[in-house]
């Protein structure tokens, strides 16, 4: 690489990627953008209907790819569940998208009898009803409302959780809920005791936007469902990277424990 490249390069991670160390979600949503901007939702969108034409194998965050790039761990978790249930896959996929995930990892999965129901926000399920639900895929506004649907047997947060400003809320829904397993994947973490909140600066040629977004510790992420699941496997997501010194993405696979009163 040229050294014109290599300082492009160092150029390019100090403008985008993941800056500040906030003391709260609110001074940080201040000194950013939005994720609902509806530049967001159009781009994403013309995405997901390219790879239903069979233009693009999946998109991810509005990208296209045109071959496949399997997520080897998040594939062998949903396997090892489907196994587990005979074949069957009932997903509540938290912040899914147009259906990102699935449409990654449908070639793997299609041997199964799926059921993958995303809960979004409300302009994303409008366009998901409209465009995108089928046999498999549905839309939810709500994770009761994905229960209803997907029942309790997986939930699955993949690049989700560190975008909200009250995670612990979803995880708390997630032990309400009683599911069976547990499915992390792509989850902003860090190794500090507290949680690190930032501002995540996107490069303009996937969308003009910045958002905040949250390295979770141990305590505020693991922490407050170990009490009902127990840890399975754990891992490096492969898909993502930041500069930040102790932090990184990481992946998890959890499953309720067995409770000698006999609860599931």
Request: hydrophobic share 40%.
């Amino acid at each position: 690489m040229g050294l014109l490249k290599k300082i492009t390069k160092k150029r390019f991670h100090r403008r985008y990627g993941w800056h500040g160390d906030y003391a709260n979600w609110r001074t940080a949503q201040a000194a950013a953008g939005g994720y609902d901007d509806a530049l967001i939702l159009q781009r994403v969108r013309a995405a997901a209907l390219a790879v239903t034409r069979g233009e693009a194998v999946f998109e991810r965050d509005s990208v296209l790819f045109h071959e496949p790039r399997h997520n080897w761990p998040l594939l062998a978790a949903l396997l090892w569940v489907a196994a587990r249930d005979g074949g069957k896959l009932s997903v509540v996929d938290f912040g899914g998208s147009l259906g990102s995930t699935w449409y990654q990892n449908r070639p793997m999965l299609g041997a199964l009898t799926t059921r993958w129901t995303i809960v979004e926000q409300p302009h994303y399920v409008a366009a998901g009803r409209a465009d995108f639900e089928d046999d498999i895929l549905r839309f939810a506004d709500t994770i009761e409302e994905a229960v209803k649907s997907a029942g309790t047997r997986l939930f699955l947060a993949s690049s989700v959780l560190q975008y909200l400003e009250d995670p612990a809320a979803v995880l708390a829904a997630v032990r309400t809920h009683r599911f069976a397993t547990v499915l992390i994947d792509r989850t902003a973490v860090t190794k500090r005791p507290a949680s690190r909140i930032t501002v995540q600066r996107v490069p303009e040629k996937i969308y003009p936007a910045s958002y905040p977004a949250r390295f979770l510790s141990h305590d505020d992420l693991i922490g407050r469902l170990e009490d009902d699941y127990e840890t399975v496997a754990q891992w490096q997501a492969m898909f993502d990277r930041t500069q930040l010194q102790d932090c990184g993405f990481e992946g998890y696979l959890l499953r309720r424990r067995s409770r000698t009163s006999g609860s599931a």
